[in-house]
């Protein structure tokens, strides 16, 4: 289900292009129109607009094996760059409203398992190589022909648990929800209760973005972006909150950036950081196969996190085919296999596509123009970065709850009455939030299933691709034994 609702009653409209730019990135064909694209990439942009901020905050925190850190100030320049670059190409090229930015769980992975055993360069360097054997697993076919192996239902649970996984971002990032040290593992704001005036913003801001989707109100994720980040700059203005945590933080304070009007809004960007990469260094310094572990990780993560992310957009904006694949699916893994080279060539990690694109799609998007706008305001944040630190997670995060429900809604669509496939998809839906990674569900689904059929007698029914992914997936779940063992 998507925001805007598709006509279904009355004459049917008229589908043809109004011009060459509506031709070619085929608005009116997809039932859209250039006001909803600009709302879907502003929307998909305030939703993703965090990636500047936090992106520099986890590889800024770590030292590589020499001690060295990377400055926060080039990395924010760097990811906003190519942020901008790759939406920009991915609308272009594949004419689909996904965006991309350096991947969370990737950054994580690069900064605190494979820098510290290198220097920064050859991290970067093996980001760089994981980049370019995804593409030859695109031009080969095999990534596209991977994923046609797996099954539909299980690729509609795919995105169901997704939209559960935003939800719980979503709740996470804004202090409604919060991890306990003890019994229970996750609690209502502090001690069971809303104590904070940045999570009683969130939900706010989320009541108002509830109300306008059922009310139907046009651009009704992206209003209730903007009016909550009206009201937190208020509330920090009276209150003077400032952030949560550190050494200058309190207890109810914001949870990244602190919501105020900028004291500028320019600034040269840091961009020495581009080309400090080393494709060969990693293969000296670590052993070869711990780099090839560690290259096995980055490949197995990004790939399925990729096609699981855009058959969930795809689905909330109602593009997918027969088969549950999206429009130009070989062109959507090409551009997003050069995002992941481009992010190690330029340090900022792997760049992946974005599941907050779906935010956009909420709003309205269906093509690849809407990416011109969110692309487009990437690139601005490389000077204006000001200005991206003014919405605080506590106002963003309403999006990701809300879009979180639409895609949930599909959950219909499977047959739990029959277990061969219910609980292949359940495993699917409840461990990408429960284990905070889209990969884990979908490894989980993967094997659930081969398993299943195996057992049942009707091992013909299995794509035999999927046969190679069970594999992978168990040693991809095995990776920290088999790092331990082979020293």
């Given at each position: 289900?998507?925001?805007?609702p598709?006509?279904?009653?009355?004459?049917?409209?008229?589908?043809?292009?109004?011009?060459?730019?509506?031709?070619?990135?085929?608005?009116?064909?997809?039932?859209?129109?250039?006001?909803?694209?600009?709302?879907?990439g502003?929307?998909?942009?305030?939703?993703?607009?965090?990636?500047v901020?936090?992106?520099?905050?986890?590889?800024?925190?770590?030292?590589?094996?020499?001690?060295?850190?990377?400055a926060?100030?080039a990395?924010?320049?760097?990811?906003?760059?190519?942020?901008?670059?790759?939406?920009?190409?991915?609308?272009?090229?594949?004419?689909?409203?996904?965006?991309?930015?350096?991947?969370?769980?990737?950054?994580a992975?690069?900064?605190?398992?494979?820098?510290p055993?290198?220097?920064?360069?050859?991290?970067?360097?093996?980001?760089?190589?994981?980049?370019?054997?995804?593409?030859?697993?695109?031009?080969?076919?095999?990534?596209?022909?991977?994923?046609?192996?797996?099954?539909?239902?299980?690729?509609?649970?795919?995105?169901?648990?997704?939209?559960?996984?935003?939800?719980?971002?979503?709740?996470?990032?804004?202090?409604?929800?919060?991890?306990?040290?003890?019994?229970?593992?996750?609690?209502?704001?502090?001690?069971g209760?809303i104590?904070?005036?940045?999570a009683?913003?969130?939900?706010?801001?989320?009541?108002?973005?509830?109300?306008?989707?059922?009310?139907?109100?046009?651009?009704a994720?992206?209003?209730?972006?903007?009016?909550?980040?009206?009201?937190?700059?208020?509330?920090?203005?009276?209150?003077?909150?400032?952030?949560?945590?550190?050494?200058?933080?309190?207890?109810?304070?914001?949870?990244?950036?602190?919501?105020?009007l900028?004291?500028?809004?320019?600034?040269?960007?840091?961009?020495?950081?581009?080309g400090?990469?080393?494709?060969?260094?990693?293969?000296?310094?670590?052993?070869?196969?711990?780099?090839?572990?560690?290259?096995?990780?980055?490949?197995?993560?990004?790939?399925?996190?990729?096609?699981?992310?855009?058959?969930?957009?795809?689905?909330?904006?109602?593009?997918?085919?027969a088969?549950?694949?999206?429009?130009?699916?070989?062109?959507?893994?090409?551009?997003?296999?050069?995002?992941?080279?481009?992010?190690?060539?330029?340090?900022?990690?792997?760049?992946?596509?974005?599941?907050?694109?779906?935010?956009?799609?909420?709003?309205?998007?269906?093509?690849?123009?809407?990416?011109l706008?969110?692309?487009?305001?990437?690139?601005?944040?490389?000077?204006?970065?000001?200005?991206?630190?003014?919405?605080?997670?506590?106002?963003?995060?309403?999006?990701?709850?809300?879009?979180?429900?639409?895609?949930?809604?599909?959950?219909?669509?499977?047959?739990?009455?029959?277990?061969?496939?219910?609980?292949?998809?359940?495993?699917?839906?409840?461990?990408?939030?429960?284990?905070?990674?889209?990969?884990?569900?979908?490894?989980?689904g993967?094997?659930?299933?081969?398993?299943?059929?195996?057992?049942?007698?009707?091992?013909?029914?299995?794509?035999?691709?999927?046969?190679?992914?069970?594999?992978?997936?168990?040693?991809?779940?095995?990776?920290?034994?088999?790092?331990?063992?082979?020293?």
């Amino acid at each position: 289900m998507a925001t805007v609702p598709a006509e279904t009653t009355g004459p049917t409209p008229d589908r043809s292009p109004r011009n060459a730019f509506d031709r070619f990135f085929e608005i009116t064909a997809r039932g859209s129109t250039p006001g909803r694209e600009v709302r879907g990439g502003l929307a998909t942009f305030f939703t993703m607009a965090y990636i500047v901020v936090l992106n520099p905050l986890i590889l800024g925190s770590a030292v590589d094996g020499e001690g060295a850190a990377l400055a926060i100030p080039a990395i924010a320049a760097a990811t906003a760059l190519i942020a901008g670059l790759m939406t920009l190409l991915m609308g272009v090229v594949a004419r689909f409203p996904l965006a991309l930015a350096a991947g969370l769980g990737v950054n994580a992975l690069v900064a605190f398992e494979i820098a510290p055993q290198m220097t920064w360069a050859d991290a970067m360097g093996l980001v760089v190589i994981e980049g370019v054997i995804i593409l030859v697993l695109v031009l080969t076919g095999l990534r596209t022909a991977v994923f046609r192996a797996v099954p539909t239902q299980l690729k509609t649970a795919i995105g169901v648990g997704i939209g559960l996984f935003l939800a719980l971002i979503g709740f996470v990032n804004a202090g409604f929800v919060t991890g306990g040290t003890a019994s229970p593992p996750l609690g209502l704001g502090v001690n069971g209760m809303i104590a904070t005036w940045p999570a009683f913003v969130f939900v706010l801001g989320l009541l108002l973005t509830l109300v306008l989707v059922v009310r139907k109100v046009r651009g009704a994720i992206l209003i209730g972006i903007l009016g909550s980040t009206v009201l937190a700059i208020v509330v920090e203005a009276i209150g003077g909150f400032g952030p949560a945590g550190g050494p200058d933080g309190r207890p109810g304070g914001w949870a990244l950036t602190v919501p105020s009007l900028p004291d500028q809004v320019f600034g040269m960007p840091d961009l020495s950081l581009l080309g400090n990469f080393s494709v060969l260094g990693a293969w000296d310094s670590a052993t070869w196969l711990i780099a090839l572990m560690f290259v096995f990780t980055l490949l197995l993560t990004d790939f399925f996190d990729t096609m699981g992310t855009m058959v969930a957009v795809g689905q909330e904006g109602g593009l997918l085919d027969a088969e549950g694949m999206p429009p130009r699916t070989k062109e959507i893994l090409v551009v997003d296999s050069i995002a992941a080279a481009a992010g190690g060539m330029a340090s900022t990690s792997s760049n992946t596509s974005y599941i907050e694109s779906a935010a956009g799609v909420a709003e309205g998007a269906r093509t690849g123009a809407a990416n011109l706008v969110t692309g487009g305001l990437f690139l601005l944040a490389v000077f204006l970065s000001p200005l991206v630190e003014v919405v605080p997670f506590e106002a963003a995060s309403t999006a990701l709850v809300v879009v979180g429900f639409l895609m949930l809604t599909a959950v219909r669509t499977i047959d739990w009455t029959d277990y061969e496939i219910a609980i292949p998809a359940f495993l699917t839906i409840v461990l990408m939030p429960f284990t905070y990674s889209i990969s884990n569900g979908i490894g989980a689904g993967v094997i659930t299933f081969v398993l299943i059929k195996l057992v049942k007698g009707r091992a013909a029914q299995v794509h035999p691709l999927l046969y190679g992914v069970a594999v992978l997936f168990t040693l991809y779940f095995l990776r920290h034994p088999l790092e331990l063992l082979i020293g």
